[in-house]
């Protein structure tokens, strides 16, 4: 899955200046699981965008922690101190 960081760097961490840090994966299982639907919206190539989240802030809040619970954090490279 190194694809994804290096689509990351290319298309957003670059042209902005900015680095990458990481990146978390979610199985789309998980999100389908809790009501959201996926789109493909490039560019950049295969971005993913989630829709159907909740009207209300503190459900949006909710579900982003369920989500953040059941994804893999992967971090890139050092992290400065």
């Not at 990458?20 to 919206?41: K, N, P, Q």
């Not at 490039?42 to 965008?49: G, L």
Request: aromatic fraction near 6%; proline fraction near 7%; charge should be negative.
């Amino acid at each position: 899955m190194e694809w994804i960081s290096s689509t990351g760097r290319i298309h957003v961490a670059d042209p902005r200046g900015r680095r990458l840090y990481g990146r978390a994966d979610i199985e789309v299982a998980e999100m389908f699981s809790r009501g959201l639907r996926t789109r493909l919206d490039e560019p950049p190539p295969q971005h993913w965008v989630a829709e159907g989240w909740p009207c209300c802030k503190d459900e949006q809040l909710d579900l982003a922690h369920e989500l953040a619970a059941s994804s893999r954090l992967v971090l890139l490279g050092s992290v400065p101190a």
